[in-house]
Nanobody
Framework: QVQLVESGGGLVQPGGSLRLSCAVSGRILSIYHMGWYRQAPGKQRELVALITSGDTTNYADSVKGRSTISSNNAKNTIYLQMNSLKPEDTAVYYC???????????????WGQGTQVTVSS
């Protein structure tokens, strides 16, 4: 069993900053990559940022230059620092991890429960 626990969401004014955290725990042999997705009301879930086990990162164009994804591999934790937030960043943010739990299993995808980010004055 693998659990992802997110924290750090909340209400912030336009132009403000937030830092999201996601900790992975449970039966983990290796983590292939982790990332953040978001889903706004009435829209599909979309990738925000991703970081691989080799620390390669990838960002959605909409957040590039305003957000930074980082990891603490020793703690199986990733962070998403978001700056210059805009109302259109309002969404539920989900942590995602692709994890291999045993040498006999294939990597599988896991999701956190989501954390609300609201950007509003």
């Amino acid at each position: 069993q693998v659990q992802l626990v997110e924290s750090g969401g909340g209400l912030v004014q336009p132009g403000g900053s937030l830092r999201l955290s996601c900790a992975v725990s449970g039966r983990i042999l290796s983590i292939y990559h982790m990332g953040w997705y978001r889903q706004a009301p009435g829209k599909q879930r979309e990738l925000v940022a991703l970081i691989t086990s080799g620390d390669t990162t990838n960002y959605a164009d909409s957040v590039k230059g305003r957000s930074t994804i980082s990891s603490n591999n020793a703690k199986n934790t990733i962070y998403l620092q978001m700056n210059s937030l805009k109302p259109e960043d309002t969404a539920v943010y989900y942590c995602n991890a692709v994890v291999r739990t045993t040498i006999y299993s294939s990597p599988a995808e896991y999701w956190g429960q989501g954390t609300q980010v609201t950007v509003s004055s």
